[in-house]
């Protein structure tokens, strides 16, 4: 068990920089995804906290111990693979067995035929494949120890990875996009035992994922990470409701976030679409901000006015209990997607104009750099509007 | 392979064209072979007779077998065959693997460079060192010893080359985790890589094993004592100085030279094409 600290973390490829500055604080224990899309260094982090690649700056801590230069097999970590990298010429019980023979048994002991002659290396060799037989049988794959990984099903190679990197017994587990090789049965599967198994260990996992959805579900808290830098690192449901930047917002969420460009009015009202809205905003008249809308903020009204936005529907994607109605907004280039009980809207047709209430308190608000701009609701404010609501 | 030709099924001329010069390129390399092998169950009467026949109105070849087993050291030159393509072979591979390691998955100043030097070591002809070779074997002392028949091979840029290319096909992930595992560098080559890239290695190994075993030109230059004679250099002598025109035994001994060697191509043809494909498309 261990904390992990990585502070001031810069790595380049030549001329590419791909980590800028990364100063992270896991807790013993804790589960911490590092979320973003392809390409933006997660992986490389990931790698650097491992050992695998070495750091142009800064410096990592496991356990209170600066790690850095100190090679992977030193820094009690184990990890499993996007591809697994089981060894395919040894079996199933080889390849989990490796790592504890690797650590338990000197180079005398591991010569194929003469190790076995030296003292003490059957005890050894028994204990550990008691160990190996334990935890494989703990994962499900008992029956699988003698076959090698090519005859194994990929949820079951994902298995004899996990098992591979527990019989360490780490103190933190790396977990770089484990579950993107299985389909979406196995992989909603995998997941819940994936978190079953960090609430068994209790060891401080760190988890790389570009999936919104494997994030949400699986961490304590959740690093965003874009273009190299962290951009947020909070808990699922702050990072989803209450983003410090416009790239978060529009990272988390599917369907994706709305962002509507508007004009401060005054003190309390936003242009916006052909429509004003009564928002308090942080910012002078005339100032031009982002608004962030995620789709379900929206909630069906029965005639435009002050506080809606019209548009005309342009596509209806049924979910079962909910609507993604994409609307046509003038003077915007993209449609406005709102998440409608399905129950609440049952009329409605492609083409048909729609007029649809915001509720304040759930508008983010972004400056033009992409800053998010805090403020206070005001509540009576936002009930005064004259429109009754008729669903959400 | 045999999905390659299903999937391009040619037209019948076609067919019957591409089957016809492969039977007759199949021939011209074969009728040689078959030769020696007739001609070594031929009395010596027979061989110089001007009409061919492939089998022998007098079946000859228990009396041809003998002599050449009984003439000539054969035994012994197969035997110093054996020793000397074993240990080249073991002792490329020795080199060979943590070169090639070093070549594919380490970064290190200078890599692109050192390869460079194995692909121009891959473009020499082994003749052109022959006598920097030879002068370095007499600096040494090891002249008509084992020795001068194996050192020249040990560093093969081939195998550096055939292994690197294969441990490239295998992904890095598979070194971390290794790395993750405990395995020091060595280990790695040993444990993981060489075992993954077994194809390569058999395919390497059967190259490696024929052209050492039929080499003429540097055992010529290298050895003189009888020996320590590999087997066609052991024929040649027995050629020069016990058979004159005695070309039946001559035959047959090439015959059993040559036996081994189709022997082993025989039972490791599977991997033999596996290695020489495998590392292309992967």
Not at chain 1, 133 to 159: C, D, E, N
Not at chain 1, 349 to 373: E, I, M, N, S, Y
Not at chain 2, 112 to 135: A, E, N, R, Y
């Amino acid at each position: 068990m261990a904390s992990v600290l990585i502070d001031g973390i810069d790595k380049n490829y030549g001329p590419t920089s791909v980590l800028r500055g990364v100063s992270l604080s896991i807790a013993d224990g804790e589960f911490l995804t590092l979320l973003g899309p392809s390409g933006c260094g997660k992986s490389t982090l990931l790698r650097i906290l491992a050992g695998l690649e070495v750091q142009d700056a800064g410096s990592i801590s496991i356990g209170e111990r600066a790690v850095d230069g100190r090679r992977p097999k030193r820094r009690d970590v184990a990890m499993v693979f996007q591809s697994y990298a089981l060894y395919p010429h040894m079996t199933v019980a080889s390849n989990m067995a490796l790592p504890l023979r690797m650590s338990r048994l000197s180079a005398f002991q591991r010569l194929p035929l003469l190790g076995h002659l030296l003292p003490g290396t059957a005890r050894t060799a028994a204990e550990i494949e008691v160990e190996v037989t334990r935890t494989a049988k703990s994962l499900g794959i008992g029956h699988l120890m003698a076959r090698k990984p090519g005859q194994l099903s990929g949820g079951q190679r994902q298995r004899v990875a996990v098992g591979r990197a527990m019989v360490r017994h780490p103190a933190v587990f790396l977990m770089d996009e484990p579950l993107s090789n299985l389909d979406a049965k196995l992989r909603v599967q995998m997941r819940a035992e994936i978190k079953e198994l960090h609430q068994r260990l209790g060891v401080t996992f760190v988890y790389v994922t570009h999936d919104q959805a494997e994030a949400m579900t699986l961490s304590d808290r959740v690093a965003v990470m874009l273009d190299g830098e962290l951009l947020q690192v909070d808990p699922p449901q702050d990072i989803y409701a209450d983003p410090d930047d416009r790239r978060v917002a529009e990272f988390i969420g599917s369907p994706k976030i709305n962002m509507l460009e508007g004009v401060v009015r005054e003190r309390g009202l936003i242009d916006l679409a052909g429509s004003t809205l009564t928002i308090e905003a942080d910012a002078l008249p005339g100032a031009p901000l982002t608004l962030g809308i995620r789709p379900e903020a929206f909630y069906l009204v029965d005639y435009g006015g002050p506080g809606a936005l019209t548009g005309s529907v342009r596509m209806i994607e049924h979910m079962g209990s909910d609507l993604f109605v994409h609307l046509d907004l003038a003077g915007l280039d993209h449609p406005l997607i709102a998440r409608l009980l399905a129950e609440r809207a049952p009329h409605i047709v492609p083409g048909q104009t729609l007029h649809v209430g915001v509720r304040p308190d759930r508008v983010l608000l972004f400056a033009g750099d992409g800053r998010r701009l805090r403020r206070k609701v005001e509540s009576g404010r936002a009930s005064v509007t004259p429109i009754r609501e008729i669903a959400r | 392979m045999s999905a390659n030709t299903h999937s391009h099924r040619l037209l019948p001329p076609a067919a019957i064209l591409r089957q016809a010069v492969l039977l007759v390129t199949g021939a011209l390399i074969l009728v040689p072979f078959v030769w020696m092998v007739s001609l070594s169950i031929k009395p010596p009467g027979e061989i110089f007779r001007t009409s061919f026949s492939f089998w022998p109105a007098q079946f000859y070849g228990v009396e041809n077998y003998t002599r050449a087993l009984t003439q000539a050291p054969l035994p012994r030159y197969m035997g110093n065959g054996l020793i000397v393509c074993a240990m080249i072979l073991a002792l490329q591979i020795f080199v060979c693997a943590p070169c090639a390691y070093a070549l594919a998955k380490l970064r290190f100043p200078g890599r692109d460079l050192l390869f460079g030097m194995v692909l121009i070591g891959l473009l020499l002809p082994h003749q052109v060192l022959s006598l920097p070779l030879f002068i370095l074997a007499y600096q040494l002392g090891i002249l008509n010893t084992y020795a001068a028949l194996i050192f020249p091979y040990v560093v093969s840029p081939f195998g550096i080359f055939l292994f690197r290319q294969f441990f490239k096909t295998i992904p890095d992930d598979v070194v971390h985790a290794a790395r993750l595992d405990g395995l020091s560098e060595i280990a790695i080559v040993w444990k993981i890589m060489v075992p993954m890239a077994l194809p390569a290695v058999i395919a390497f190994s059967i190259f490696s094993v024929v052209g050492h075993w039929n080499d003429l030109f540097w055992p010529l230059i290298a050895v003189r004592d009888q020996s320590l004679m590999p087997p066609p250099l052991g024929i040649m002598a027995f050629k020069n100085e016990e058979a004159g025109n005695d070309y039946g035994p001559l035959m047959a001994a090439s015959t059993l030279v040559v036996v081994p060697l189709v022997i082993a191509f025989l039972a490791a043809q599977r991997w033999f094409v596996e290695g020489l494909t495998g590392g292309a498309v992967k």
